[in-house]
């Protein structure tokens, strides 16, 4: 999948080297086989669409859009849920999802006072679709980080056709990450967050279902990468010293799949989520909007339907426990991928926040046994 961006000169030795993801690295997290992109797109119909801003030294920002299908989400719903791991954020629309169950438009993600732009656009975009003419209600769902200290979150440089032009260009296939997107300007664990993603595909007796995650990450705690004490190795985690810019922040999480999942058992999945995050070492802190979104491609809901009753087919409770590992699985490799794509930027006030040091941490991954080449 291509990103759009709007690159300043001077930034661009820094920010389009290719890097390796983290299982391209060695780093092999859990049991479960990834899908062909190892990405959220991994689930088929699953688009997403970014635009990345980087002008200057102030400015680092974007939005990222995930499109649940190809066709129209209004009157072709998806079921849906949202856990709050920590509530400290704003996430436009999740009372609705709360309430019935279901998700009516993309997800845009973006910075945290570029909520307001990013709400009105898609609900342009959504009142624009072919079938919407009538349309007198949407429930427009936005969530975001806050990426103030590298990014001049004030100057709010978001604009609504930037957003509509994330959701025009949205497509299957290669998900970029790090400092693209919505994760321009974020930072995790005291390093360089952004966007990160991975998917875990269940064997065919286990359902053979697709799970697709995306992250934003923008949080903090120990950080730990396999069960590696990493933080603590290299000296860097939250609370450390008095002037700590890791503590704090937020982490998006979106959670996709094709499993045959009622709103019930996606709020379910949804809470694994968290636990995946957990074992990063992130610890919802008090200042954290901590949130997940997860969705079901299948069983559509229609926004009219001809009839009172609608016929569905459901996963049972006692078969979604594979699910559940998957999704702690991509969870954690997405955070991980975040980390590991991200680079090294100057932003806002002369903040420098440093790119994960790689080679520290592939030197400590084998020290721990952890590194499978």
């Known amino acids: 999948m291509k990103s759009f961006a709007l690159l300043a000169l001077t930034l661009l030795p820094t920010l389009i080297f290719a890097q390796q993801r983290a299982r391209e690295s060695g780093i092999v997290i859990g049991v479960l086989p990834t899908g062909n992109l190892n990405a959220i797109t991994d689930v088929v119909g699953l688009k997403v669409g970014q635009i990345t801003i980087h002008e200057g030294r102030d400015i680092h920002t974007g939005v990222t859009a995930i499109l649940p299908h190809e066709g129209n989400v209004f009157q072709h719903k998806v079921p849906a849920a949202v856990y709050v791991g920590n509530g400290f954020g704003k996430l436009v629309g999740s009372t609705q999802i709360e309430e019935l169950g279901n998700l009516e438009t993309p997800i845009i993600l973006t910075n945290t006072l570029n909520v307001p732009t990013a709400s009105e656009a898609l609900i342009d975009?959504?009142?624009?679709?072919?079938?919407?003419?009538t349309v007198r209600s949407v429930n427009p769902v936005v969530g975001e980080t806050n990426d103030g200290y590298l990014n001049n979150i004030r100057g709010r440089h978001v604009s609504k056709q930037q957003i509509l032009n994330a959701l025009a260009q949205a497509e299957g296939g290669k998900v970029d990450e790090g400092n693209v997107g919505a994760g321009s300007g974020t930072v995790s664990f005291g390093y360089k967050g952004g966007i990160g993603t991975s998917s875990r595909v269940l064997p065919g007796n286990l359902g053979g279902y697709t799970i697709g995650v995306l992250v934003q990450t923008n949080f903090g705690g120990v950080l730990q990468i396999d069960g590696v004490p990493i933080g603590q190795e290299l000296g860097n985690y939250a609370f450390k010293s008095v002037l700590d810019k890791s503590k704090d922040g937020s982490c998006m999480i979106v959670v996709a799949t094709d499993a045959p999942l009622d709103a019930r058992n996606l709020k379910r999945l949804a809470k694994r989520a968290m636990l995946g995050l957990a074992k990063t070492g992130g610890i919802a802190s008090n200042g954290s909007g901590d949130y997940v979104i997860a969705f079901s491609t299948v069983n559509r809901v229609l926004h009219e339907s001809p009839q009172s009753t609608a016929p569905a087919t459901f996963l049972h409770n006692d078969f979604v426990s594979p699910?559940?590992?998957?999704?702690?699985?991509?969870?954690?490799?997405?955070?991980?991928?975040?980390?590991?794509?991200?680079?090294?930027l100057e932003g806002a006030d002369g903040h420098v926040v440093e790119a994960l040091p790689r080679e520290k941490v592939l030197s400590l991954m084998k020290k721990y046994g952890r590194l499978k080449k």
Not at 324 to 344: C, G, Q, R
């Open 125 to 133: 975009w959504t009142l624009g679709q072919k079938g919407n003419e």
């Open 323 to 344: 699910l559940f590992m998957a999704v702690i699985e991509a969870t954690e490799e997405a955070i991980i991928n975040s980390l590991f794509m991200a680079k090294t």
